[in-house]
């Protein structure tokens, strides 16, 4: 390896480095508050490690990886959200679990699985960095082993996560077979010299996307996400909301754009359904739910299909609107999530809607945040997420995707129902004498993270240009 | 510059208010009127000063937000402009009045929402970029929402969630044609703007113009509202505090308004010209239907907001008469319609806050205890089934003579709509204000506080019945322009 090399992966090898240090630590040594802090070193010096790689793009590791614009900052995303996650992590284990060590080795070897993820152009990257995501995170959703509900979320995400792998492997298998490749450029290269899509790779693409679909947890593959949002400790359950879902989206993209997704108008159709259903069923099935963890997870399943509808528009506006989209997403589930954390005490989760009964009244600032958070969600005005709904309905009116936009709308509207149903219940007066059972633990900590996401939220609602430009910037390589 | 300072003063006192009013109400509550009173004084200022001969745009404000997209931050004010800004601050600074002894809780917070929603419909008054119009229609939703959601009456979870869904869906649409024009536009210029200016006269097909110039109008018909889309209207209004009803009534539903005749009429003229008769003829059933509710009402505010949907009616007719006389009297419907039904929310409001009901079946001979308050009610319940010498005659028989050009047959029906108005309007006096008294009241007739508030109004309907010609006008210019 040249020292090129080095730097371009600079941020992967840090972590890794991070890993097997943080590891010995453990051994040697159990303390949470040291631990704690070198996670937080080495995240800083991995993100610090995205600076020199700059200079550098586009790199390539043929034929696995490959560095550009494009999986750097989606590094840096990832990279930035595992910071903030982390932020919220230390106070949540600390009240909770004696062994809380190991926490941050899994956390620290998931976020390598997303990073992994981001830069493979090659179906051996594609699931080595997939396993290394999916087992960190079999550990880390069911690290609270004392909860009734871990254990169940464990299991539950590992005998799905190990039939969608299956299926997985099972259709790149059936591309290989026909293409003869196993990089995403040559699979587009053999494909367009066939100049049709058999059978056998279509379906290969088929069973490739119900492995693609379980992780980013897009109807008929969403079943597990309500279920693991409730059991999972709530920061794993941003992880998995956030970086899990996006390292995913970002690989969809390269690896659709590779092979020319968009000749193929039976792979739209596929990819279309699964959109529509997705915003469909996941607003629905929020509606009624009087769980906030279950209502942020299908809220989850309805944004991966608006971000699958600038997908498909099928126009660059649509890749710079998904981006976009993605950073606003990851900074308001993270805030969701993160107002839950810090409304949660050592005892129990802050989970049901009742918990949050007249919040504003008692404690005006999480309850200005949480509102934020979901403002933003629903897509309204000032928010990070308002320009990010504008950007994907404009990707899809510059696609003339007419029958989506509606679909988008009226679930727009549906799902607005129950995020102002959450704001409303804040605003209530409570009754007299009405008494709530979850003590909050507001660490400072938490409340500073919370402060922070709120500015780049509103930061990214009224001035957006910056981040546009450096989205646009780096989206015309790809296309 | 001036006209980005009127939206920043009402934004900076927004959130002053609410710090202040954790500590002081009396605090919150001054500096939430002094603001709205400052912005009156300026747009006062402006429309007696105006530079003359500037043309139609008296001034005008310009800087790239994001050019990325072509969005900029583009205001400007010509006639219409003026006179919907002046109203809404003249009607904002009342409710400030009135709430000054209605609202009693989380008063800092009341007022931030009221001047944030105040500063949000500045916004839309004012811009002249679409994006940023579509920013400041969501924008001023989201405090109104809380205005009726928290200080509400019964049921006003309900009210506040429907009159939410109705507008984002409406506003979701408009942001459909609004993007379905932007692109329009590009593919035929290869300029990629929202500015309202480039916009106009942009080429496309008529039956891409119909779906955009529908997407538009749905989102004002909803906020009008117009017949099928009017039904968030009675229990927002029902449910709202005074104050709040007196910003629905008085302000929003102009936003609609000023919507058709800023956006719709002119963007799209043909296809505007096209629906036209579709669009009078709801506005016709709007009229009677709204008029023969409001007659079988027996809550007093739904009431009132029944006759708002009558009234609005004649907007929308005249709006697509498509001659001068009728924009004259749409254009004066939205003022008058603002100051008397702002008026009649008033006097429920006060009324509820001394006998604590708003059921009119059991009012009755209020008269005796509450002389002024019957006089300033019968004077308001005048203007509102529109008696020579206040302001809604003058706007309701230009609208009517404008109409009559256009579609003889809707006029006449339209006509009819006075007569339904006068019966509703004489039976709110006589359920109310007159009849057997069965219960002894002893409550104080209006205060000082309340007096002054009526007295603004009577004396600006009136003024309005009597010498509407500054008005008009002003309105003159703006209306030259769109009817070309």
Redesign the interface.
């Known amino acids: 390896m040249s020292f090129v090399d080095f730097l371009s992966l600079g941020p992967l090898i840090t972590l890794s480095a991070a890993g097997v240090a943080t590891m010995l630590m453990v051994a040697a040594w159990r303390n949470h508050r040291i631990i704690y802090s070198c996670t937080l070193i080495a995240f800083i010096m991995a993100m610090m490690a995205v600076i020199p790689a700059i200079k550098y793009i586009p790199h390539t590791y043929p034929p696995l990886l490959v560095i550009d614009e494009f999986s750097l900052f989606n590094t840096g995303l990832i990279l930035v959200a595992g910071f903030i996650i982390l932020l919220l992590s230390f106070n949540y284990f600390e009240e909770r679990e004696e062994r809380k060590e190991e926490y941050y080795i899994l956390l620290i070897l998931a976020t390598i699985g997303a990073l992994v993820l981001v830069v493979s152009r090659h179906f051996m990257a594609l699931f080595l960095g997939l396993e290394i995501l999916s087992i960190s995170l079999y550990g880390l959703i069911a690290y609270l082993r004392a909860r009734e509900r871990s254990d169940e979320a464990g299991i539950k995400y590992l005998m799905l996560a190990a039939l969608s792998s299956a299926f997985l492997l099972f259709g790149m298998a059936l591309v290989y077979a026909f293409t003869g490749h196993m990089d995403f450029p040559g699979i587009g290269a053999a494909l367009r010299q066939a100049g049709y899509l058999p059978v056998s790779v279509m379906a290969g693409f088929g069973l490739m996307l119900i492995g693609v679909g379980f992780k980013l947890g897009i109807v008929p593959f969403h079943m597990w996400a309500p279920d693991i949002y409730e059991g999972a400790p709530l920061p794993v359950a941003a992880f998995i909301a956030t970086i899990s879902k996006g390292a995913i989206l970002v690989l969809l993209i390269r690896f659709y754009q590779d092979i020319h997704g968009n000749d193929y108008p039976m792979l739209w159709w596929m990819v279309a359904i699964i959109a529509v259903a997705s915003m469909f069923a996941g607003n629905w099935l929020a509606l009624t739910q009087q769980n906030i963890k279950r209502i942020l997870a299908y809220s989850s399943i309805a944004h991966m299909g608006y971000i699958l509808v600038a997908f498909l528009s099928g126009v660059q506006t649509g890749l710079e609107a998904l981006a976009f989209y993605l950073v606003a997403y990851f900074i308001t589930s993270i805030g969701a999530f993160g107002v839950v954390i810090v409304m949660s005490s050592s005892l129990q989760d802050a989970e049901t809607i009742a918990d949050y009964k007249g919040l504003f009244w008692r404690y005006p600032w999480v309850a200005t945040v949480f509102t934020a958070m979901l403002l933003s969600l629903a897509g309204i005005p000032l928010t990070a997420g308002f320009i990010g709904k504008f950007y994907v309905v404009m990707a899809g009116v510059n696609g003339h995707q007419w029958f989506l936009l509606f679909m988008l709308v009226i679930n727009s509207v549906i799902g607005l129902y129950y995020y102002i149903r959450l704001v409303a219940v804040m605003f209530a007066v409570p009754a007299n004498g009405e008494q709530t059972t979850v003590v909050p633990a507001l660490p400072i900590a938490g409340n500073i993270t919370l402060v922070i996401l709120t500015i780049l939220l509103i930061g990214l609602g009224v001035y957006p240009t910056a981040m546009m430009q450096l989205i646009q910037q780096m989206m015309r390589i790809l296309v | 510059m001036i006209l980005l300072v009127l939206i920043l003063i009402l934004f900076f006192a927004a959130l002053l208010s609410w710090i202040v009013g954790v500590k002081s109400h009396a605090g919150s509550r001054w500096i939430a009127l002094c603001s709205l009173l400052l912005n009156l004084g300026i747009v006062t200022g402006v429309w007696v000063n105006h530079p003359a001969g500037t043309g139609r745009w008296w001034y005008q404000y310009r800087v790239d937000?994001?050019?990325?997209?072509g969005i900029s931050l583009h205001l400007a004010m010509d006639g219409l402009s003026m006179l919907m800004l002046a109203l809404t601050f003249f009607l904002g600074a009342l409710s400030v009045l009135i709430s000054w002894k209605e609202i009693n809780?989380?008063v800092g917070f009341f007022h931030f929402n009221l001047l944030f929603v105040l500063c949000g419909i500045t916004g839309v008054f004012l811009t002249m970029d679409l994006?940023l119009f579509?920013?400041?229609w969501?924008?001023m939703?989201?405090p109104m929402?809380?205005l009726i959601?928290?200080w509400g009456h019964e049921h006003r979870?309900y009210a506040?969630?429907k009159f939410?869904?109705f507008t984002?869906?409406g506003g979701?649409?408009m942001?459909?044609a609004i993007?379905?024009l932007?692109?329009v536009h590009a593919a035929n210029t290869n300029v990629y703007t929202f500015d309202y200016f480039d916009l106009l006269n942009t080429p496309m097909d008529p039956a891409m113009a119909r779906w955009l110039m529908l997407g538009f109008l749905v989102a004002f018909l909803v906020k009008l509202p117009a017949v099928p889309f009017h039904t968030w209207l009675p229990d927002a209004h029902t449910e709202a505090p005074t104050a709040g009803s007196v910003v629905l009534a008085g302000l929003l539903l102009k936003t609609g308004a000023y919507g058709i005749l800023r956006f719709v009429l002119p963007l799209f003229p043909a296809a505007a010209a096209d629906i036209a008769p579709v669009a009078m003829l709801l506005g016709v059933i709007g009229i009677l239907y709204g008029g023969m509710l409001a007659y079988a009402q027996t809550d007093f505010k739904r009431l009132i907001a029944y006759t708002s949907v009558s009234h609005m009616g004649f907007v929308l007719l005249g709006a697509f008469a498509f001659n001068e006389i009728a924009y004259q009297g749409v254009v004066m419907q939205m003022i008058t319609h603002g100051i008397s039904t702002g008026a009649l929310f008033i006097i429920a409001g006060a009324l509820y806050e001394r006998i604590h009901t708003r059921n009119i079946r059991q009012m009755g001979g209020l008269w005796l205890r509450l002389p002024m308050m019957g006089s300033a009610a019968m004077i308001f319940v005048m203007a509102s089934l529109g008696l020579p010498g206040l302001g809604n005659f003058v706007a309701e028989f230009l609208v009517l003579l404008g109409s009559w050009q256009a579609n003889h047959l809707l006029t006449v029906l339209a006509t009819i709509g006075l007569v339904v108005a006068t019966a509703y309007s004489l039976r709110i006096m006589q359920k109310v204000f007159f009849g057997p008294c069965d219960r002894q009241y002893n409550m104080p007739d209006l205060s000082g506080r309340e007096l002054v508030i009526i007295i603004a109004l009577v004396i600006v309907i009136c003024w309005l019945g009597f010498h509407p010609q500054p008005v008009l006008n002003t309105s003159q210019q703006n209306i030259d322009y769109v009817v070309r």
């Open positions: 937000w994001v050019p990325h997209f809780s989380r994006f579509y920013f400041f969501e924008m939703l989201i929402y809380f959601g928290i979870e506040a969630n939410f869904l984002q869906a979701l649409l942001l459909l993007l379905g932007y692109f």
